[in-house]
DNA sequence: AGGTAACCGAGACGGTACGTCACGTCTTTAC
DNA sequence: GTAAAGACGTGACGTACCGTCTCGGTTACCT
């Protein structure tokens, strides 16, 4: 994966301690509520291509100046509403071998990216060929987390002697979750049953001398 | 891949035989050539996405209508554009063995995928996330020939006893092809000269016992 | 009525007597018949404004050059299509008053006026307003030989003492004619039967002493 | 005149007494003025056939939604800019004879048609051939106010035995407009001088005893 | 009989304008 | 200061016709 250097976040933490003092009206929680579900609930329907920040207006009643202050583009609204969602939420497994917490993580990215969640991803993928701003948001509020993880556990499994030492860490990770974008950028059959049960071992496999 | 079956083309070989009689003024070669050419310029300086058919046809000198009499959409001309460069034609080598027949279409794709052409492949995906038709487009145009002949070098050297029997065919061409996409779906820093050099024997490695 | 003045076909007398030599292929009655049958047909579904040159030659099943090659105008194909219907050719009556032959006059402008055949030339009269050579065309089809011919009945009648001496004869036209026009250009309800039968003698009597 | 019944506006009243909240940004009078200015401009250098809507909002500088969020055809348009000018407004005249009245009115009527403005009627009358709603527009803003007055002295002048009593008050009415609108619609030379000086004279003559 | 030339149908061509959609911004009142 | 509402200028969409052009093929008269 060549993606975008790390971008921290410095004020996550201080946010909980330091209550700033803002003038005016505070952001209104229902809005932002009523623009992710209305988002969610139109990208039942339609392509995150096809949906405009006017429909996620008109359907959460709400204005559309309301939207572009707080979100620079519909890619980040639907990251947003996809994160949101139950299930989506990414945990890194504790204590396990490299082989089972690469599985554990293969999995979980499988059960993240099936249905209707994957083609919001897929199409976060398609905006971001046109923007490199999307293409960081992919990175830093998806990718780095799910993906990240899964290269010092190559590199162990390669120190062990469970994995082929001759691989590049850096083409084995691509190898791990090439299948699987590919298989949600491919349309409708994207991720089905077959593949979802038998890529984590199938994708070990590989790695294993 | 889980892509849609082969759509044989029957009339392929009729038709050079067989001279259709067309009546009324027949398509303009020149204009055929002005539009690929226009398009190819374009998108050096700007993504698929930001392409209007409208620049295309200015810049062609061309009225709209004449694009869109023969293309259905800004990436079949993207595609058409991409196909007629010199370096791009798919050449199947005659005789080998599976893995160096393997490696040689791997290089061959990593040739075809590297600077701007990628970034027009990359964009054809993106559109694909939106319809249907430039998904199919995709694969009868650009991945059939492409990918499809690796399916049988795999099962070749499965039987062979080179590769590891228990590997899902489908599920290792995947592999093969999966971090291509990836890369060339990355962003600036894609394919990069290490990854060029290095993936053909990377991903056979990943393949063999 | 301030028309063109007239514009005296020399040709007319002469073509039945030399036969002038043409070579190449005759011009097709055929088409010609077909192309003013589309043209009276679709007349009926739509006004002027709407019908197209294409969908006459469509309808027609002829090529548009063939109607360019004869017609400047589709005012001009609907003007030809409308004299050519039986009922719309111009009789003058022979021996009369001049109150009988204004009288007949005003009653044959209102048969050749009415329903369909009113709607036509009220789409001619809308055309010409953006081009002054379907201007002359009406004048030279189908008024000069409708509207002139009152001119002369009116001075008469100015003459033998039975219109009123004081009225301009130009503007006497005019009134004779105007309200016609009016109705026609009216919409649905232009010419009904009331106006229809009661108008010549009303007309007459706004001339009379 | 066969024209749609009149369609009193209740509100017209209302309007000033009670401010209605309209919420969102207020339509911009800025822009309305440029349209208006920039549609009067054109049409003194082509009739209203050949004025494109896109014409109006380059010209005008304005997006083509701003004009059709407000007019329904360039006629409308059109219309509003004819009517905004000073000169056309209607005045009608208090105290007057019947015969006097008629003068005078038909006098205003003429102003209000010569030149320029009569080439701006003649091309909504034009329009109007194609559209009933074109058709409405002009009876409800330009002929309701200027022609149904003359309805009723007409009516006055029979009683008061001025004007012949056999005419039937319709038709009458149709014989005072007739001639100015068919002069209006005869290009060029339509409301020459002579015309305007005499007719309305003229007109009172052909109704009296 | 063959040559010549204008005709014919079909339909592609470069254009212009259509009326609609969504963009991201601006301007209003209300909270 | 944030919010809902909705008008604003912009620009691209895909379509309909315009009037012209370019094909293969047809139909007459004149050598």
Same mark, same amino acid.
């Given at each position: 994966?060549?993606?975008?250097?790390?971008?921290?976040?410095?004020?996550?933490?201080?946010?909980?301690?330091?209550?700033?003092?803002?003038?005016?009206?505070?952001?209104?929680?229902?809005?932002?509520?009523?623009?992710?579900?209305? &988002?969610?609930?139109?990208?039942?329907?339609?392509?995150?291509?096809?949906?405009?920040?006017?429909?996620?207006?008109?359907?959460?009643?709400?204005?559309?100046?309301?939207?572009?202050?707080?979100?620079?583009?519909?890619?980040?609204?639907?990251?947003?509403?996809?994160?949101?969602?139950?299930?989506?939420?990414?945990?890194?497994?504790t204590?396990?071998?490299?082989?089972e917490?690469?599985?554990?993580q293969?999995?979980?990215?499988?059960?993240?990216?099936?249905?209707?969640?994957?083609?919001?991803?897929?199409?976060?993928?398609?905006?971001?060929?046109?923007?490199?701003?999307?293409?960081?948001?992919?990175?830093?509020?998806?990718?780095k987390?799910?993906?990240?993880?899964l290269?010092?556990?190559?590199?162990?499994?390669?120190?062990?002697?469970?994995?082929?030492?001759?691989?590049? &860490?850096?083409?084995?990770?691509?190898?791990?979750?090439?299948?699987?974008?590919?298989?949600?950028?491919?349309?409708?059959?994207?991720?089905?049953?077959?593949?979802?049960?038998?890529?984590?071992?199938?994708?070990?496999?590989?790695?294993?001398?």
């Amino acid at each position: 994966m060549s993606m975008p250097a790390e971008n921290i976040d410095i004020d996550t933490n201080i946010k909980e301690e330091k209550k700033e003092f803002h003038p005016g009206r505070p952001r209104s929680e229902k809005s932002r509520k009523a623009i992710l579900d209305a &988002t969610r609930r139109l990208l039942t329907h339609m392509p995150l291509s096809e949906l405009s920040i006017e429909a996620i207006a008109k359907k959460a009643k709400v204005g559309k100046t309301t939207i572009y202050r707080w979100w620079p583009s519909k890619a980040a609204i639907a990251m947003e509403a996809f994160l949101e969602q139950p299930g989506v939420q990414n945990i890194i497994p504790t204590t396990a071998t490299s082989e089972e917490a690469i599985e554990k993580q293969l999995e979980s990215l499988i059960r993240q990216l099936r249905g209707q969640n994957g083609r919001i991803i897929a199409g976060i993928i398609a905006e971001s060929q046109g923007s490199a701003d999307v293409l960081d948001l992919l990175y830093d509020k998806f990718l780095k987390d799910r993906v990240s993880p899964l290269h010092d556990h190559i590199e162990k499994g390669k120190a062990d002697g469970i994995f082929k030492k001759e691989l590049n &860490t850096e083409i084995a990770l691509d190898m791990l979750v090439g299948p699987l974008f590919l298989r949600v950028l491919s349309g409708e059959h994207g991720i089905d049953n077959i593949f979802a049960e038998s890529y984590p071992a199938q994708a070990l496999l590989a790695l294993k001398v």
